[in-house]
């Protein structure tokens, strides 16, 4: 993860946040994409609180490809920030799971991921987010990881793809994927202790209420 948190760390020196763009898709996860949301915009919060870094953290915003309204699963109805064609470049990318076939079938959807995994420093998937990750090729020569009930479907569809079960999280660097749902909030403070120091996500994670350890 070295070189991709200190790029991304650098970005904070420089005096300006991490722009952190989230996928957002037809039956996406809700938790696969607001986890993440509410980690790196607590963080935010609390480096701004604590005097961590002056011009802010972190800059999260959603994006979602043709129509900025989307139903996420279980029917519950979210508006993206942005639509692909007036996205800003993010730095972090990160694409969430849910029902990936809407997704997998749109060749705009994964040509945005393509273009916008290319221009970001790191790019991060949770959950069935791997599949759009493994699609596009970016997951080629890496290990990688999705929710334990899809691990044999991403082997299968990809075979070459070196899948690993019964982990939170994969880092491989310029990428990282994560396991099942909830994995993408222990992956967010994981990058948060790499961005921020260990501390920062601790706060974070105390801030949240939430049980995490590096």
Known sequence: MARAVDGLGGIIAGGR???????????????????????FSVADRVARRDGLVPGGAFDVATVAV???DVRARHGLIVRAAHEASDAPPFDLLVV???????????AATLDYIRRAS????LTASVCTGAFLLAAIGLLEG???????????DLRTAHPALRVLED????????????AGISAGIGMSLHLVA?????????????????????
């Open 17 to 39: 946040p991490v722009r952190v763009g989230i996928l957002l898709f037809p039956e996406v996860e809700v938790l696969d994409f607001a986890g993440p949301f509410e980690v």
């Open 66 to 68: 043709g129509h900025r």
């Open 118 to 121: 290319a221009a970001a420093t």
């Open 194 to 214: 790499g961005i921020l120091g260990k501390a920062a996500a601790r706060a974070t994670a105390r801030q949240m209420q939430y049980d995490w350890e590096p």
């Open 142 to 152: 890496r290990a990688a990881t999705t929710h334990w009930e899809d691990v044999p």
């Open 96 to 106: 969430p799971g849910g029902v990936v076939t809407q997704p997998l079938g749109d």
């Open 167 to 178: 982990v939170p999280f994969v880092d491989e660097d310029e990428v990282i994927t994560s």
